[in-house]
């Protein structure tokens, strides 16, 4: 994140610790035809089941800035899950990393070659006050260098699933700001590039994997390097906290980026009445003219959907199934068996939805090829998955894996004996005949 609106910033970070509880937020009550973000993408989805509740321009990578450093952060947790690293093993500085931390412009704690800093330290540092630097030195800790940890970003995004992103450095600048030391094969002016669904990927599963985050993503403000001359007050970029002009209700999160590609970018996170939805907004129109437009449209977003989004039972559980009422026995007493819903389907249900026009796409496992079974058939026999979805619906989901969010068990609803010898047969005599004269 870059510093041009440093000066501007600070006078409104001063004056919001005294006005910023006093700013009433604008609720936003928009149809869906109606409401769009000020911004060039935007996405907001459900954190647990990752359903997707409004997108635009989603799909297409663009600038994200120091979005990018929840990615390395993501592998320094890894780490330390693993017991690789350490919070408290100490960071040894680079020269690199020592003359990115004062360069003019950038946001950063100033770092000194010859002085070590913790993990922990580096860790908030990176995410509070998107200390480019310390996301850097970081890298170096955890691969050894700069260019080795933007191949192991690049590979965590390859199992997330995520193929189009662009990674050149840990850090989410401008490759003109690191001089020399660039990623072999890029170019002076490459950056970082995600579009805004992979963005929300990335924060869910931080979130997700890393629940501590949100702890250090919601601390207004924090001393780095207590005791030492690097000891600076780091105030955190999210103004949507507690205390600060933009502040926000239930918002812990997660990262701002700014780089002139970019514009103002913020990937937020938000709790209410029990429900967690992660937002990003890339690229917020006016930033130039107000350093408070990202978080103005996150809110805005916000709002749209808590507004206008609920979650609803579709489907009761015994429900039959249109395009599978029934599957035929083999050797049975009775030649078919009625088959229907395990569970009830609650679902995601815009404002302006009909619920009762759902769609129920049944798959049965290999115990139902053929739609046939074979006796003898006892109740509640699974015999398959069937996923459901509302028709008016085309939004999805964030990932393939989600969508088992709305799928129920397919289960025979009565047994079925097997028929004895003299009927099957019986049976058989009578099927050969027929076929004889068909």
Not at 54 to 79: C, F, H, N, R, W
Not at 92 to 118: F, H, K, M, R, W
Not at 368 to 396: C, F, I, R, S, Y
Request: hydrophobic share 40%; charged share 25%.
């Amino acid at each position: 994140m870059t510093k041009r609106f440093r000066f501007l910033i600070t006078t409104l970070l001063a004056l919001a610790m005294t006005i910023g509880a006093l700013l009433p937020m604008q609720e936003v009550h928009a149809a869906e035809t109606d409401f769009k973000v000020a911004s060039k993408a935007a996405l907001s989805v459900d954190f647990e089941t990752g359903k997707i509740f409004y997108e635009q321009d989603a799909d297409t990578p663009m600038g994200i800035a120091s979005v990018t450093k929840i990615i390395g952060l993501y592998i320094v947790e890894e780490k330390i899950k693993n017991g690789e690293l350490s919070w408290d093993d100490p960071v040894t500085i680079s020269q690199a990393a020592a003359d990115l931390s004062v360069t003019p412009d950038l946001s950063n704690v100033a770092l000194n070659v010859g002085e070590d800093y913790t993990v922990k330290e580096l860790f908030h540092a990176s995410l509070i006050a998107s200390g480019n630097a310390a996301i850097m030195a970081l890298g170096e800790k955890v691969a050894g260098s700069e260019p080795k940890f933007v191949d192991m970003m690049r590979e965590q995004v390859k199992k997330w699933g995520i193929t189009d992103a662009t990674l050149v450095n840990s850090s989410g600048l401008n490759n003109s700001y690191l001089g020399d030391n660039i990623y072999p094969g890029t170019a002076k002016d490459d950056e970082n590039l995600m579009s805004a669904k992979d963005v929300a990927i990335v924060a869910r599963h931080l979130i997700k994997d890393f629940p501590d985050i949100l702890e250090i993503s919601s601390t207004p403000t924090e001393t780095f390097a207590a005791g030492t001359t690097s000891e600076v007050e780091m105030v955190n970029w999210n103004w949507m906290l507690p205390g600060f002009l933009n502040y926000k209700e239930g918002v812990d999160g997660l990262k701002t980026g700014t780089t002139d590609l970019a514009g103002a970018c913020f990937v937020g996170t938000m709790v209410k009445d029990g429900q967690r939805i992660i937002t990003v907004v890339l690229n917020a129109t006016n930033h130039a003219e107000d350093p408070s437009a990202r978080f103005v449209e996150t809110s805005k977003l916000m709002d749209y959907t808590f507004d206008n989004w609920k979650q609803e039972e579709v489907v009761a559980a015994d429900s039959q199934i249109p395009d599978l009422k029934t599957l035929a026995v083999k050797d049975g007493k009775e030649l078919t068996v009625k088959v229907a819903l395990k569970d009830p389907v609650k679902l995601w249900v815009r404002s302006d939805m009909d619920k009762s026009k759902v769609t129920i796409t049944p798959e049965l496992n290999k115990n139902a090829k053929d739609k046939e079974l074979t006796a003898p058939v006892e109740k509640n026999t699974e015999v398959g998955t069937a996923t459901v979805a509302l028709t008016e619906d085309d939004l999805g989901y964030l990932e393939e894996s989600d969508n088992t969010a709305s799928t129920s068990a397919i289960e025979t609803t009565a047994s079925v004996e097997k028929a004895n010898f003299f009927v099957i047969a019986g049976r058989s005599i009578k099927n050969f005949f027929q076929g004889l004269f068909s």
